[in-house]
Structure formats: structure tokens, C-alpha cells
């Protein structure tokens, strides 16, 4: 009998693509390319690394903890106590020019805004002002989606957490305390602002709330986070957008204000200081700790030493495997074939 033809229907075309017949080109690489790349790519890295490291240096950074566990510390009245709105004044110096512009953040240490069930609390429909949903919580903001038989607004473990301690910083000239005007607006991403978080339309923004209550650890609704500007209120209060970007690490700060203003417009000049702080937050039960930071920002941003330490190191292991390759290709090169 005849053999019958193979099927060729599932064949793929005989075209140079799907029978692999396109020109390619594969480079040869040879110690006269690899050992001046090495160099060149280390020096270039050192060259970086150089720039950026000394570029960190030159950031200016005051850091005071005042979490006030230890007794001497200015803080411990109020960490020992549950009083709400008590203020405490840490005091200091500046040795010179605080150069501008001035960044002020505060820093939580062991928290932990990463956890799973904390992060995913919230609802991102009810942040962005969808009327349809926004007085029906997503069951993700368990357990603080109602509260007296109502709708928590805004719902969920981050936004009840919000942080809540305030500061005022003064400069003391001959005794008299001169207040160092802060600059709240613009302190978010423009994203949260503009794009991912609205308040709902519904006549005025009270109004827009009624039928709603307020996280259960907050002192006053959402419409009147901001007593000062009635504009920086609801689901686009500033410092409530700061704190729902949620932190990767355990230890981080946050932006509070900056000092962009008036006569610390240049930056913070060399004298006294104090900083009173209306102590509210609680973060010994977790072992927590607070602090301030006092920052100043480059064109790489704030002070970061690993970045410049990894371009260094980086840069050092390219340059001596250089020096490793060239030794070994000078005692065991093979000598070129005559033609």
C-alpha cells in the first residue's frame, strides 16, 4: 500500500521568520572589549558614586526623638499619661544657616503600615467620592465600616490610625519666641490629590457627610480636619493624604510642612529654638517610637548614603576585576594560530 502524505495544515510558513532563517548577529567578545569596558564602567560608577556621596553629605539633618519613655526626656509627662492635648516643648540650636528650603517630617519607628490586613483596610471608592458607594463601606474596612448603626467616613484601620500629633516651631531672639511660619499646601502627591482622592459632591461638604460618622480614634469629622482653610478638608485634607500612602518599611517619616515662607524663606538662621508639640499619638503599646526630622533636600534628593556607598562599591569590584582578568589573560593568553 501507498503511504499517505503527512497533513501539512498545522506546517508553518516557510517564511525566514517562522523557519528561523533571519540574520543574527552575536558578538565576540575578547579581552581587548571586555578589560577596557570593566574600566571604563568602574571609573564611571566611582565618577557617580563620588558626586552622589559627597552630595549627601552636604544635606543638612536634625533628628530629635521625643517619644518621652525616658524620664529626663522633655516628652514624658505626656507619653505617661493619657491626657489629651498635652504639649511639650523640646528645645535647641542651630550653629549656622539651616539652608533652604526647610522639609519638617515626623518619623515612626517598629510600625508597621505594610501588614497585610491594615494596608488593604480602606475603600478605595469611598476615597474617591463616588456617591453610589459612599455610604456603603467595603467589608475590607472591617472592623470600621459602621458605627452607631452608620457609615464610617472614611472607613478602614488607616484612616482611624491617622496620626494626629501637631507642632509649632519658634525661634527665640532675647527671650521672646517668633513663630516659624509652615507651608502645609502641596505636601501629598499630586496623584492622591488631583486623581485618586475626592470629596463627594453633594451640596457643601457637611452636608456631603451627613448620615456619616467619623473614624472612631478621631477628634473631629473629616469636613473639619482644617479649622484654618476651609479648602483643605474632607478626603483631600493634606496630611490625610500623606498618611494613606502607606509606608514599605517599619521605620519611616512622613512630610509635615515646609518652611518655605517669610524670613526662613533662605532657611533656618544659626540661634535658639523650640518646638512645642501637642503629644496625642500613642506608640507605646507597640513598642514605638517618635521623633522629628529637620531636612533639607538636592538635586538627589534627601540624605541617602547607601546610594552613593553602592556606586562606590560597584565601581571598586568592576576596576579590580579588570586588573584580575587582565593578570590572568597576560600568564595564560594562547598565542594567535598563523594562518
Same mark, same amino acid.
Given at each position: ?7 501539512? /495544515? #498545522? ?8 523557519? @528561523? ?7 565576540? =567578545? ?31 539633618? *536634625? /533628628? ?29 540650636? *542651630?550653629?549656622?544657616?539651616? /539652608?533652604?528650603?526647610?522639609?519638617? &517630617? ?7 503600615? #505594610? ?10 471608592? @469611598? ?16 472592623? &470600621? ?21 501637631? $507642632?509649632? =516651631? ?36 457637611? %452636608?456631603? $457627610?451627613?448620615? +456619616? ?27 490625610? =493624604? ?17 518652611? +518655605? ?17 501637642? &503629644? ?15 531636612? #533639607? ?19 571598586? =569590584? ?7 582578568? *587582565?593578570?590572568?589573560?597576560?600568564? $595564560?593568553?594562547?598565542? %594567535? /594560530?598563523?594562518?
Amino acid at each position: 500500500m501507498k503511504a499517505e502524505p503527512a497533513s501539512t /495544515e #498545522n506546517r508553518p510558513d516557510n517564511t525566514a521568520f517562522t523557519q @528561523q532563517r533571519l540574520p543574527a548577529w552575536q558578538p565576540m =567578545l575578547s579581552a581587548g572589549i571586555v578589560i577596557p569596558g570593566f574600566i571604563v564602567i568602574g571609573l564611571a560608577f566611582i565618577g557617580i558614586g563620588v558626586a552622589l556621596f559627597v552630595t549627601s553629605q552636604s544635606i543638612q539633618v *536634625l /533628628e530629635r526623638d521625643y517619644t518621652g519613655v525616658e524620664r529626663d526626656s522633655p516628652c514624658f509627662k505626656c507619653s505617661s499619661t493619657e491626657t489629651k492635648n498635652c504639649v511639650c516643648t523640646i528645645n535647641f540650636s *542651630l550653629s549656622k544657616l539651616f /539652608e533652604g528650603p526647610v522639609f519638617f &517630617y515626623y518619623g515612626l519607628s517598629n510600625y508597621y503600615q #505594610n501588614y497585610r490586613r491594615y494596608a488593604v483596610s480602606r475603600d478605595d471608592s @469611598q476615597l474617591s467620592g463616588v456617591l453610589a458607594n459612599f455610604k456603603t463601606p467595603d467589608d475590607s474596612c472591617s472592623p &470600621y465600616e459602621f458605627s452607631q448603626n452608620k457609615p464610617i467616613a472614611p472607613c478602614g484601620s488607616i484612616a482611624n490610625s491617622m496620626f494626629n500629633d501637631s $507642632f509649632k =516651631l519658634y525661634q527665640v531672639v532675647n527671650r521672646s519666641r517668633n513663630l516659624v511660619p509652615f507651608d502645609g499646601k502641596g505636601i501629598a502627591w499630586w496623584t492622591d490629590y488631583n486623581i485618586k482622592f475626592r470629596n463627594p459632591s453633594n451640596g457643601t461638604l457637611r %452636608e456631603s $457627610f451627613a448620615g +456619616t460618622v467619623k473614624p472612631p480614634n478621631w477628634d473631629r469629622p473629616a469636613y473639619e480636619l482644617d479649622t484654618e482653610d476651609p479648602s483643605n478638608n474632607g478626603f483631600q485634607n493634606q496630611d490625610f =493624604l500623606v498618611w494613606m500612602r502607606a509606608a514599605a518599611l517599619p521605620d519611616f517619616r512622613k512630610l509635615y510642612r515646609r518652611i +518655605t515662607d517669610g524670613d526662613y524663606a533662605n532657611g533656618l538662621p544659626a540661634g535658639n529654638y523650640s518646638l512645642d508639640i501637642t &503629644y496625642n499619638y500613642p506608640v507605646l503599646d507597640f513598642e514605638g517610637r517618635k521623633k522629628i526630622v529637620i531636612s #533639607n533636600v538636592s538635586w538627589m534628593g534627601g540624605k541617602n548614603r547607601f546610594l552613593g556607598i553602592a556606586y562606590l562599591v560597584i565601581g571598586s =569590584l568592576c576596576l579590580v576585576m579588570s586588573m584580575v582578568m *587582565l593578570i590572568v589573560y597576560a600568564k $595564560f593568553k594562547f598565542p %594567535e /594560530e598563523e594562518p
